[in-house]
């Protein structure tokens, strides 16, 4: 039976305050998801991506503390999930360049961001690229970074951001291709589109986005500046007595993500039979403060004290550096970079320092072999095999593997298998010792 787990990923731009539309529509579904089992979630505050659209220190560094609050307030268990920071992550713009060198201009020219710069400047009567940073125009490859970095398998995206998943599978499909000599480095991630995610309107009705100005406070201001936001919803002229369209009304689709099933037919039933709407401005403020009113607390309290944030982070970061440390090694050897450490030192000093694979026939005639890490200690201890070919080309395809993605059985122990033939075991603790110790090997 396959060991293998989901990799979900999912990050969120450092770059604002996060409104009623991010929780409904990225925060809550994804925390909700994080708890499903087989599920290895991970979530990010995509700080690099905020520096594209902000200029402004001070908006970054608050809004990284903004965001870290608000997914922890909303329940988000980091015990269970990798949460970090992306900017804490340095093999994420490692790889961002070496995915750069290996992307055609031609991909980025067609990336739609780009395009609507291009296309508003056209518009304008400027230069095409007029405003058009770097960061902008190879946004794609650092989002790429992002997700290959860990091997997702989905990315739980808005529908316009498809396009740069199917980029970040391109570009993941050229890497392979030019590097991995007939063995995938990196899993394509498919893209998850959640239809029952809600989207919300603003208080003009068009999405809600801090772009249009419209966006109602999920946290800041408290209870006084959600009802000042809800007050300025846009409605019709239908007076109180008069029935109303609840379909489409934006009152109601903002009630419906926040109420019960049984709670939106009693709504719909009172505006269809002629309730005021400042009445229903009211029940929507009280709806909303049901379930975010017990989080707000929570959020100012972590606001309080950022130390505690921080901490979190660092965990998260050490978390997230257990796999992209190794991994890095790998793509390093795989594009022909040896380590910096390795560049100076001796041929004699660099072979007494890597990791060794001994093989050995035991007391029974069987062939094996002992991982041996760079210090000296036995990592692990192969099965036996009557062929040492066998063994060998094992040992060399569980090498070529991420080895982090495999789940331990009962008893803590992860098998390393290729098809059904497992080469060895080992412990969870020692996982990420014996993937750098391989790919030293």
């Given at each position: 039976m396959s060991t293998a787990v989901t990799r979900v990923l999912t990050g969120i731009t450092t770059s604002g305050t996060p409104h009623l539309g991010n929780y409904a529509g990225a925060i809550r579904p994804a925390v909700e998801a994080s708890a499903q089992p087989g599920v290895d979630a991970f979530f990010f505050l995509a700080d690099f991506h905020a520096l594209i659209k902000c200029a402004d220190p001070a908006v970054v560094a608050r809004s990284r503390m903004e965001i870290a609050a608000t997914w922890l307030a909303a329940g988000l268990d980091t015990d269970?999930?990798?949460?970090?920071?992306?900017?804490?992550?340095?093999?994420?713009?490692?790889?961002?360049?070496?995915?750069?060198?290996?992307?055609?201009?031609?991909?980025?020219?067609?990336?739609?961001?780009?395009?609507?710069?291009?296309?508003?400047?056209?518009?304008?009567?400027?230069?095409?690229?007029?405003?058009?940073?770097?960061?902008?125009?190879?946004?794609?490859?650092?989002?790429?970074?992002?997700?290959?970095?860990?091997?997702?398998?989905?990315?739980?995206?808005?529908?316009?951001?498809?396009?740069?998943?199917?980029?970040?599978?391109?570009?993941?499909?050229?890497?392979?291709?030019?590097?991995?000599?007939?063995?995938?480095?990196?899993?394509?991630?498919?893209?998850?589109?959640?239809?029952?995610?809600?989207?919300?309107?603003?208080?003009?009705?068009?999405?809600?986005?801090?772009?249009?100005?419209?966006?109602?406070?999920?946290?800041?201001?408290?209870q006084k500046a959600l009802k000042a936001a809800v007050a300025q919803i846009v409605t019709d002229s239908r007076l109180p007595g008069e029935p109303k369209d609840a379909e489409g009304s934006h009152l109601y689709t903002l009630y419906r993500a926040f109420s019960t099933q049984a709670q939106a037919r009693t709504f719909k039933a009172e505006l269809e039979a002629g309730l005021g709407w400042g009445e229903a401005k009211s029940a929507l403020c009280d709806c909303i403060e049901a379930q975010i009113g017990p989080m707000r607390s929570h959020y100012a309290d972590l606001m309080a004290h950022p130390d505690r944030i921080e901490e979190i982070l660092q965990v998260g970061a050490q978390k997230a550096r257990h796999l992209a440390v190794p991994f890095m090694e790998r793509l390093r050897e795989a594009v022909g970079l040896r380590q910096p450490a390795a560049r100076t030192a001796s041929k004699k000093v660099e072979k007494s320092a890597r990791a060794r694979l001994a093989s050995f026939r035991d007391e029974t005639g069987a062939f094996r072999?002992?991982?041996?890490?760079?210090?000296?200690?036995?990592?692990?201890l192969s099965e036996p095999f009557a062929d040492p070919k066998q063994l060998n080309q094992l040992s060399r395809a569980v090498a070529r593997m991420d080895l982090t993605m495999l789940k331990p059985d009962e008893q803590g122990r992860v098998s390393l298998a290729v098809d059904g033939q497992r080469w060895a075991y080992c412990s969870v603790e020692s996982l990420s010792q014996v993937q750098q110790a391989l790919a030293q090997i």
């Amino acid at each position: 039976m396959s060991t293998a787990v989901t990799r979900v990923l999912t990050g969120i731009t450092t770059s604002g305050t996060p409104h009623l539309g991010n929780y409904a529509g990225a925060i809550r579904p994804a925390v909700e998801a994080s708890a499903q089992p087989g599920v290895d979630a991970f979530f990010f505050l995509a700080d690099f991506h905020a520096l594209i659209k902000c200029a402004d220190p001070a908006v970054v560094a608050r809004s990284r503390m903004e965001i870290a609050a608000t997914w922890l307030a909303a329940g988000l268990d980091t015990d269970r999930v990798t949460f970090y920071r992306q900017s804490d992550v340095p093999e994420i713009p490692e790889l961002c360049w070496m995915l750069t060198c290996v992307t055609p201009k031609g991909l980025m020219n067609r990336a739609h961001a780009y395009k609507a710069s291009v296309d508003a400047n056209e518009a304008r009567g400027t230069e095409p690229d007029d405003g058009v940073t770097m960061g902008l125009f190879s946004y794609p490859v650092l989002m790429a970074a992002d997700i290959l970095m860990f091997n997702a398998h989905r990315v739980p995206v808005g529908r316009d951001q498809i396009q740069h998943l199917e980029m970040a599978r391109d570009i993941a499909q050229r890497f392979n291709h030019l590097y991995g000599r007939g063995h995938d480095v990196f899993v394509l991630p498919e893209v998850q589109i959640d239809e029952a995610v809600a989207t919300l309107p603003g208080l003009d009705g068009r999405k809600m986005s801090k772009s249009y100005h419209n966006t109602i406070p999920l946290f800041e201001g408290g209870q006084k500046a959600l009802k000042a936001a809800v007050a300025q919803i846009v409605t019709d002229s239908r007076l109180p007595g008069e029935p109303k369209d609840a379909e489409g009304s934006h009152l109601y689709t903002l009630y419906r993500a926040f109420s019960t099933q049984a709670q939106a037919r009693t709504f719909k039933a009172e505006l269809e039979a002629g309730l005021g709407w400042g009445e229903a401005k009211s029940a929507l403020c009280d709806c909303i403060e049901a379930q975010i009113g017990p989080m707000r607390s929570h959020y100012a309290d972590l606001m309080a004290h950022p130390d505690r944030i921080e901490e979190i982070l660092q965990v998260g970061a050490q978390k997230a550096r257990h796999l992209a440390v190794p991994f890095m090694e790998r793509l390093r050897e795989a594009v022909g970079l040896r380590q910096p450490a390795a560049r100076t030192a001796s041929k004699k000093v660099e072979k007494s320092a890597r990791a060794r694979l001994a093989s050995f026939r035991d007391e029974t005639g069987a062939f094996r072999q002992r991982l041996f890490s760079a210090d000296g200690h036995e990592l692990l201890l192969s099965e036996p095999f009557a062929d040492p070919k066998q063994l060998n080309q094992l040992s060399r395809a569980v090498a070529r593997m991420d080895l982090t993605m495999l789940k331990p059985d009962e008893q803590g122990r992860v098998s390393l298998a290729v098809d059904g033939q497992r080469w060895a075991y080992c412990s969870v603790e020692s996982l990420s010792q014996v993937q750098q110790a391989l790919a030293q090997i």
